[in-house]
């Protein structure tokens, strides 16, 4: 096991972070090939069926499994958190090095558009990018990569110029790195806490804006299956049906806990001070 | 192997820090540079270097071996860091980075110059890190810098500078931080080094004590100006600028203090 896994999986938050969300990517991928029901297959006469054999988690007003549509929503939920979160990777890294590394007036004017990009809301983004490509799940993607993105790059920008400015960097370069070799080996890593957090949260943001989007109309379609939907679905019967609106919300808690909690263990992990914090009690201390 | 600095000129955002400062360290010498704080000395190690921050501009000359580094591409000036010519730090709490091992920092320098693998890099790493006499070399490689003490981390630091076997060691301050019994052992174990390999030694400081202690030549700078250059001898016995004579007294007021004179 790979040191990191093992610190991940020696605190009970990380280890069941990293269960939520390996879970959910399983369920995605055998939802692929096999679901108890057809997802979208109405029956009229199983309506609001209680949780019970052959429906686990019960069907809704149109006879749908319930199970199966969770099964299937979690694709949705695992395509928008992993897109979105390559797409704030990219968007937020790239901002954040412009604006840290380069010259003066352009890390002034980089600056200056993220925080002008942080005053447009994702759901204004969202809207724009729908307005010109109709609503899809794409649209979610990008509106929650930029939206969030933009938030990293404001995180990431100052911690990296004040890794930048310390003395370990030059020294770095004073042992003849290039300056590419000592952004890959010096600087990033130094970063790679608060970005790791960063991403994490924003991923499992993707999830419930997934969810609000698709209930607003800019995301998935009728036709996809999704959580967001299935719950703006549920929840208008929550007074008669109370229960069946709970699974779609559990499966959104869920999810988004473990991601968050999946990424401050990550965190730790990354950042070697936090462990000897940990560990302090039994280290003994070396005296020069 | 000598360095030759010639009028260097520093400026930056359009303020001059260096005016026209002129060296020169031959093969083996051991030059210190001694200032208050603000004259440029610093400005000066990092200008040899070419890793002067953003904003700063170098113009004249400082060749090395003959050959000119102003103006040469960063690329090719990399080849030179680290290989023939290396750095310490004034500040080991800094100077080393907090997410990577001991070992993977003082080999770091020989795995880019000499391209060699891991498992030889941590091989050299453990040999370096006994030279500078860093305790239990073995297991302090896979330690990381927040576990060591501050003198520790200094060694280190000089490990890392002189792994390559460099063929001039500039040491920036590299004792002010730290308490003055560990200042004497570093001092010692730089020297002992410069000597082993017969190193050109430029030893940057603000106190006179310790320059008599490493250097043999004395360049002393004020407001980026060269005033006063001689043997580290002559400074001591006959300063010639108020400058110098006010960093003497500095020097000797921690070296002799009055007998009986209230703590």
């Known amino acids: ?288 | 192997m000598s360095l030759v600095v010639q009028d260097l000129i520093v400026e930056i955002d359009g303020r001059r820090v260096i005016d026209g400062v002129s060296f020169e360290v031959p093969d083996g010498a051991r030059l210190g540079l001694i200032g208050e704080s603000g004259s440029g000395k610093s400005v000066t190690a990092l200008a040899i270097l070419g890793l002067l921050p953003d904003g700063a501009t170098a113009n004249g000359s400082i060749r090395w071996d003959g050959t000119e580094l102003i103006g040469m591409p960063d690329r090719e000036l990399a080849r030179f860091r680290g290989d023939d010519i290396g750095i310490v730090f004034q500040e080991p709490r800094t100077a080393l980075n907090p997410i990577r091992t001991v070992g993977r920092q003082i080999s770091e320098s020989v795995r880019i110059h000499t391209g060699i693998g891991k498992r030889e890099a941590r091989q050299r790493a453990i040999e370096e890190a006994a030279r500078v006499h860093l305790p239990d070399p073995e297991t302090i490689v896979d330690k990381y810098p927040h576990q060591l003490s501050g003198g520790q981390r200094q060694r280190v630091a000089i490990a890392m500078a002189l792994a390559c076997r460099p063929r001039l060691l500039i040491a920036d301050e590299p004792t002010t931080a730290l308490d003055v019994t560990i200042q004497a052992e570093v001092l010692s174990l730089l020297l002992s080094l410069v000597e082993e390999h017969g190193m050109s030694l430029m030893f940057i400081t603000h106190d006179l004590a310790v320059l008599a202690q490493v250097a043999t030549y004395g360049v002393v700078l004020e407001d980026g100006r060269v005033i006063e250059h001689a043997p580290v001898s002559t400074l001591l016995t006959a300063p010639a600028s108020p400058i110098t004579q006010g960093l003497l007294r500095d020097a000797t007021a921690t070296l002799w203090r009055p007998e009986g004179g209230d703590a």
């Open chain 1, 1 to 288: 096991m790979p040191r990191w896994l093992r610190l991940i999986w020696s605190s009970a938050t990380g280890r069941f972070g990293l269960i939520a969300v390996v879970l959910i990517a399983l369920i995605a991928l055998v939802s692929l090939f096999w679901t108890p029901f057809n997802p979208l297959e109405a029956d009229v006469r199983g309506r609001w069926a209680a949780p019970s054999w052959p429906h686990l988690l019960g069907t809704d007003g149109t006879g749908r499994d319930i199970l199966s549509l969770i099964m299937a929503g979690a694709r949705t939920t695992v395509f928008v958190s992993v897109g979105a979160g390559v797409v704030a990777t990219i968007v937020g890294i790239a901002l954040a090095a412009l604006g840290a590394l380069t010259f003066r007036w352009m890390r002034e004017t980089i600056a200056v558009l993220v925080d002008i990009l942080i005053a447009f809301p994702v759901l204004i983004i969202a809207m724009m990018i729908s307005s010109v490509w109709g609503g899809s799940l794409w649209v979610v993607i990008w509106a929650v990569g930029i939206g969030f993105g933009v938030n990293i790059a404001r995180v990431t920008r100052p911690e990296l110029r004040r890794v930048q400015q310390s003395d370990f960097v030059l020294a770095g370069r004073a042992s003849g790195l290039t300056a590419s070799q000592n952004l890959m080996r010096h600087l990033l890593p130094n970063v790679a806490p608060v970005f790791i957090v960063q991403l994490s949260w924003s991923m499992a943001v993707a999830v419930l804006a997934e969810a609000g989007l698709s209930y607003l109309g800019f995301g998935a379609s009728i036709t996809e299956p999704s959580w967001g939907i299935l719950l703006s679905d549920l929840q208008r019967y929550i007074s008669i049906h109370p229960l069946s609106v709970i699974w779609p919300g559990l499966a959104i808690t869920i999810t988004v806990l473990g991601l968050n909690l999946l990424g401050d263990s990550l965190r730790e992990a990354t950042d070697p001070t936090l462990q000897h914090r940990r560990a302090e009690v039994h280290t003994p201390a070396v005296v020069a």
